[in-house]
Structure formats: structure tokens, C-alpha cells
């Protein structure tokens, strides 16, 4: 019985003492793999982009010192046209400064608060792993600055942003940016790389109130905010700062929804991504995606090919933030047509157009209801024409004309009166460009509509006099509606550009 209890202990202990060990090799290698704590050889700045740009790919072999250095600001900026608000943002700008570090890199982080700024703030980097992301050690009064320096063991996209209480305050005043931190042998190539990021202004006024607008704690809470935008401001991309990529060209959007509240369902309207990140991991989670989730307080990552050639809307398909509250930017995709992938006259027909009118007329008319409350201009705008012409006045190209440096609008005060107390149907030419549309009559009132053309007289671009509620009266004396279409009619015949 001695004999045989030995040999059998001594399996066993040899068997658990392996066991033991292998588990520790496992470790080991879990830890290789997740964390290259491999050394740092040289010291470099962090490299940086304001948005919508990404700093190119790192090429480094190895892991660096990087140095990074965040100022806070507390600043009056715009949020719409003519809407402003005292943003608190990393940097000049909300958001902050797009961060491109790799896997293993040491980060010398410092932050200092402008001692103009009334308040303390500090930065919680989701890519920090360490207490608080960083937030406790960086909290700093107004004229002071903290370092903290951190290791970025996990490769993926993060966001940033200030956790000062409240938190949720801090962040819908601008205080969130992106930091990429690449895998070792980087992400694959492609030709153009951007970033955006979705956020919430719980602005006082409604959306579009002109001026200075404050803070509702209100709103917060109930988590219902006025303005929805990308990259901090309504229009950030939109017209002249739309991104810009060329047919054949491969993009990758890398995207941030800093909230505080609203989950975003990213879409591109006429794009399909090849490859989605999710959540702004290292894999690619899927393939061949309409509309991707972003997470508040996440991200996640696409890619797609420019096909064919266009104007292409990104929204968050939540459509009311899209189209009324500024979540709306644009992708312009030039180059020769792909008749192949897509066709289709330039200028499409009219279709009955009187039936058409009358049921565009109950949408406009839902949102002209809550327009009617507010007599300014930029309201009226925001709700009922942006949802044609477009939040920026550009309109869209065929379909429905500029008002933005619009010939038309300005080479007649009277015309666009009419314009707007009896719609306008037929061929008509602005800016050289033909449309043949139909612009519903929209019943407004006559204050409304001296406001709303006041407004879009004096924006955009343009710089006309103001429309007199006595102008929009003697006009109304003037016409009839028979009289609004043989004008349209007329000018046609003078222009026509067939
Ligand atoms: C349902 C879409 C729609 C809405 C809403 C709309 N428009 Fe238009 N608008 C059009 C179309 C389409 C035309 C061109 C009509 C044509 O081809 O005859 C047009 C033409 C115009 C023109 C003359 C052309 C130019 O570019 O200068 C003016 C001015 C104008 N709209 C102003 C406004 C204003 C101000 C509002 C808001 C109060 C508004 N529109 C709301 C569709 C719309
Ligand atoms: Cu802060």
C-alpha cells in the first residue's frame, strides 16, 4: 500500500505543479498579447488634427514618449447661425483635437486650465487604464495645470472628455474629443481618413432662438435637447466644410458620440459600409452595414468606398435630430458619372404637381404650427425651409434651389414676396442652374413671412435690406396667384437655358 501511495503523490504533484505553471505561461502570454509593454525607445509630441481631419498614420516600429499638452478654454463660439453660447471646450474648438498615439506608448499628459475660466475641469481618456481614466489626477482650478502620465495598453478608438461635476454639464458645453490609439502594425491604408463626433446643446432659447443662449438644467434632465449636432455646431459639415473625397477613393470615418445623453444611429444616406468596428474595437464586427450604433460615451469605426458621385447626407437617422435639431453633415463625392451603378436625369419631372403641394403642405404645416409661436426669422428658417432649401441655404443640386448668394432672391424684393405667399411652380433659373420644382404655399403670416426673407436676405452670404411687413402687405394687394405663375412663366422664357 506504501509502495503504490508514493509514486501516485508524486504524479499528482508533479501534475498540479505543471499545471500551475501553465497557467502562469498562459498569463504571461495573455498579457504579450493584450499589453506590449515593449521599451520606449524615443520621444515624440503626440500627434494632433483639429477636426474633421485625422493626423496621418504613426509608421513607428516602436513604442514612444509621447508628450501631450491640453489647454481648457471657456469661450463664447457659435452654435448655429446667429445663435451663440459660452462653450468650454480642450483647445480652441469643440471638439477637442483628434489624438493619434500607438499601442504602448507612454503618455505625458498635461493639462492646464485658463485662468480666464471660472471653473475647475479635468480629462477622463477612456483609453487610460488607471483610476478614473485620469480624471482625479488632472483636475485643476483656472490659472493651474496637472501632469499625469499613462501607458495606452489597448489599441481602439476612445473618446475623451471632462468628468468635473456635473458631468453631464461639462460635456454638452464641449469638453470631448477622440484619441486613436493604433494596433502595433497599424490599421490597413485607405485614402482619406475623418472624424466626427455627436453631442447635445441644452440650450435656454429653442432651436434656432437668435443671441446668447444659456444652459437648461431642465432640459437636461428630461434629456431633451434643443440642438443635436456633429463636431460641436450645427453645419461643421456642412457647405464649404463638407468633406471631400473623389469616385474610387476608400474613407474611413472614425466616430464619437460624446452625448451626455442621445445613442446615435449613424447613417450615410446612399452609402453602404463595407466594414464596421464596432464600438470602435480592433475587429471588424460586420460588413455591408446601413446604420451603425454609437454608444454614448463610444465610437466605432467605418469604411466604405466613394462610388458614385454626389452630395451624400450623414445623419443620425433619428430624423427629427437630423433635419430639426442640426445632426446633419454632408459628404461630397466628386468625379465622372458611374452610369453603370447609377442614372437618372438630372432634373426629375413634375409629377401632379398640385395633389403633390397639398400633401407636402400637412408636413410643413405640422411644423409650421410650432413655428407660428415665434416670430423670428432664423426659427421659421430652421423649421420649415431648412427642410428643402437646407439648414445652410445651399439646397440641394436639381431639386430645390440656393437661397445662399441666390440671383433670384436678390434681383427682385417683390418676386420672392410672392414667392412665399403663393409658392411658385415652373422652370426657373438661379445661378445659372435650371430647377422646375414646386415650392408649396406655405400660409404663413405676413409678419412671417417679412421675417423669415429678412432673415435669408441678410445670411448665407447674403447681404440684401431687410423685408418691411408694409412691403409683404402692398405685395399681397398687388398680385393674385394667376398672376405669381405667368411671372414664373415669363422668366423662364427670358432665361431659358435649353
Ligand atoms: C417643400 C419644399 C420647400 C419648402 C418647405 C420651401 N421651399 Fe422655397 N422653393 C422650393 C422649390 C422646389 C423651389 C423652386 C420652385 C420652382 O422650381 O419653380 C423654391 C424656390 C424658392 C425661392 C426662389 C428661388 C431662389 O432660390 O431664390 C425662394 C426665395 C424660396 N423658395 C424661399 C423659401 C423660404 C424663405 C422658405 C421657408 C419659409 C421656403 N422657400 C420653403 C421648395 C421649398
Ligand atoms: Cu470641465
Redesign the pocket.
Known amino acids: 500500500m506504501k509502495r503504490l501511495l508514493l509514486p501516485t503523490l508524486s504524479v499528482f504533484v508533479f501534475l498540479s505543479l505543471s499545471y500551475a505553471g501553465y497557467q502562469s505561461w498562459r498569463f504571461a502570454q495573455a498579457r504579450a498579447e493584450s499589453a506590449p509593454l515593449s521599451a520606449v525607445h524615443d520621444e515624440a509630441p503626440a500627434a494632433l488634427a483639429d477636426a474633421p481631419n485625422v493626423p496621418p498614420p504613426l509608421r513607428r516600429r516602436h513604442a514612444a514618449r509621447v508628450r501631450l499638452d491640453i489647454e481648457i478654454l471657456e469661450h463664447q463660439k457659435t452654435l448655429a447661425d446667429g445663435v451663440s453660447y459660452t462653450y468650454w471646450t480642450f483647445g480652441d474648438d469643440a471638439p477637442g483635437k483628434f489624438i493619434r498615439v500607438r499601442q504602448g506608448d507612454v503618455v505625458e499628459t498635461h493639462v492646464s486650465n485658463h485662468p480666464d475660466n471660472s471653473l475647475a475641469h479635468n480629462v477622463d481618456f477612456h483609453a487610460v487604464t488607471g483610476p478614473g481614466g485620469g480624471g482625479d489626477v488632472t483636475f485643476v482650478a483656472p490659472g493651474h495645470s496637472a501632469t499625469f502620465t499613462w501607458r495606452a495598453l489597448h489599441a481602439g478608438l476612445y473618446l475623451y472628455h471632462c468628468v468635473a461635476a456635473p458631468a453631464g454639464l461639462h460635456i454638452a458645453n464641449g469638453m470631448f474629443g477622440l484619441i486613436l490609439v493604433e494596433p502595433p502594425e497599424g490599421l490597413p491604408p485607405v485614402d482619406h481618413e475623418f472624424f466626427l463626433v455627436q453631442s447635445e446643446f441644452y440650450t435656454t432659447g429653442d432651436y434656432g432662438e437668435p443671441g446668447q443662449q444659456g444652459f437648461s438644467m431642465k432640459k437636461a434632465l428630461e434629456e431633451r435637447p434643443e440642438y443635436v449636432v456633429f463636431n460641436g455646431h450645427v453645419g461643421a459639415l456642412m457647405g464649404d466644410r463638407s468633406l471631400k473625397v473623389r469616385t474610387g477613393e476608400s474613407v474611413r470615418l472614425y466616430l464619437g458620440n460624446a452625448g451626455p445623453s442621445l445613442v446615435s444611429s449613424f447613417h450615410v444616406v446612399g452609402e453602404i459600409f463595407d466594414r464596421v468596428y464596432g464600438e470602435g474595437g480592433l475587429d471588424v464586427t460586420q460588413r455591408e452595414v446601413q446604420t451603425t450604433l454609437i454608444p454614448v460615451g463610444g465610437s466605432a469605426i467605418v469604411e466604405f468606398v466613394a462610388d458614385v458621385p454626389g452630395d451624400y447626407q450623414m445623419v443620425d437617422h433619428s430624423m427629427f435630430r437630423a433635419f430639426n435639431k442640426g445632426a446633419m453633415g454632408m459628404l461630397q463625392i466628386a468625379g465622372p458619372g458611374r452610369e453603370d451603378l447609377f442614372s437618372a436625369p438630372v432634373v426629375p419631372a413634375v409629377y401632379t404637381p398640385e395633389a403633390r403641394t397639398d400633401r407636402?403642405l400637412t408636413v410643413?404645416t405640422a411644423a409650421a404650427d410650432s413655428a407660428t409661436a415665434a416670430q423670428s426669422g432664423a426659427h421659421?428658417?430652421a423649421t420649415?425651409?431648412a427642410?428643402?432649401?437646407q439648414q445652410d441655404g445651399r439646397?440641394l443640386p436639381g431639386?430645390?434651389?440656393?437661397?445662399a448668394q441666390?440671383d433670384?432672391?436678390m434681383a427682385d424684393k417683390d418676386r420672392?414676396v410672392q414667392?412665399?405667399l403663393h409658392g411658385?411652380?415652373?422652370?426657373?433659373v438661379?445661378n445659372g442652374k435650371p430647377?422646375?420644382?414646386?415650392?408649396?404655399q406655405?400660409r404663413?403670416s405676413d409678419a412671417q413671412?417679412a421675417a423669415?426673407?429678412s432673415h435669408?436676405r441678410s445670411r448665407f452670404g447674403n447681404d440684401a435690406d431687410p423685408v418691411t411687413l408694409a412691403d409683404v402687405e402692398r405685395v399681397r394687394s398687388q398680385s393674385t396667384r394667376a398672376q405669381s405663375r405667368s411671372l414664373?412663366a415669363t422668366r423662364t422664357a427670358q432665361k431659358n437655358p435649353w
Open positions: 407636402e410643413i421659421i428658417y420649415i425651409c427642410t428643402c432649401h439646397g431639386l430645390f434651389p440656393p437661397l441666390s433670384f432672391l420672392s414667392v412665399l411658385l411652380t415652373g422652370k426657373i438661379v430647377f422646375d420644382g414646386v415650392m408649396p406655405l404663413l413671412i423669415v426673407l435669408v414664373a
